[in-house]
């Protein structure tokens, strides 16, 4: 049998009727650029949102970007996030001209670790960019106290939370601004590049609104200096179907996960993802954890499972941050994760038989 890491071509087939309907009305509009079906898929992801504004942009990394420039963030300015993340997260920090400050995670969310948030705190700190990392979100309200406490703004990296839960509040809706991307792989994804802010702020909305579109609310006066940065019309209509269905899909997610769970739990010396209290993960990807991960990830290849690692080199320690001064050691856990993690094949369709071949191949290997 043969695994793939993830099937995009499922979820495609499963909306395709619509999807083309939809994308050939667009061109029949001829309406490309922040049209009618932006504006319509942005008043239904503020709705799945539980917020009242969303505003489209063009990537993940931009609405991270947009929502750091919305609050005037820029050279000078400190904003503290999570060692293990993607290295948008930091990137977004950096293109602003701002400086992100690392911490580490807990070792049993892989989410920021709000214990170590005080060390990271200095004078020029403005913000918090917690990453709901995986499909499980950080864990908020320790982390919204301190910035209350301290005068920060939140605000929080969706792009792997699409439709997660904390403490009943949806990822996006959390913070004073959210960003999320659409990359095609993420549990809500375009066909190509795509992302959104969301914010319950009508002031925030409109700096981001003004700034993804060259500084321009009226066409032709700019009253600052912004960027092009805007979700495009094909992508919003494939977006607008999908978002129907995002709820089933992570609810199928959720049945892969809790199977692979059932099955693997006590095996080798593995490691499961753990949901913690109050928090409904929506299994953007499934993360194991063991010493063995590289032996492991090669015996599933041998066996036809593709398998990724989530991610391999951290941020503090990639070639483009060596300016910055980090240094192995610095943050231990992200470091051991880095080393120990493991992806598992999760996508919706993924059928019980797939599931239950993985789990073969992995208890064999433990054997
Ligand atoms: C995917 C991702 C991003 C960046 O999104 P793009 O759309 O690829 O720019 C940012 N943060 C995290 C945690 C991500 O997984």
Redesign the pocket.
Known sequence: MKVPFLDLGLMAKEIAEEADARIAAVIDKTDFILGGDVELFETHFAEYCEVSHAIGVA??????KLALRAFGIGPGDEVITAAN??I??AL?VSSVGATPVLVDIDPDSYTLETAALNAALSGKTRAILP???YGQMADMDPILAFAEENNLHVIE?S??AHGARYRGRRAGSVGSLA?F???PG?NLGAYG???MVTTKDANLAERVRTLRNYGSIEKYHHDELGENSRLDSIQAAVLDVKLDRLDGWNADRRRVAERYIESLDGVGDLILPRAMPGREHVY?LFVVRTARRDELQSHLARQGVQSLIHYPIPIHLQKAYAGMGWKRGDYPVTEECAEQILSLPIYPMMDTAAVDYVCDCVRGFFV
């Open positions: 990537s993940g990394l931009d609405a991270i993340s993607f948008a997260t977004a990453v709901h990392l990296d792009a792997q960003a991307s659409f990359y993420k590049d795509g992302g953007h």
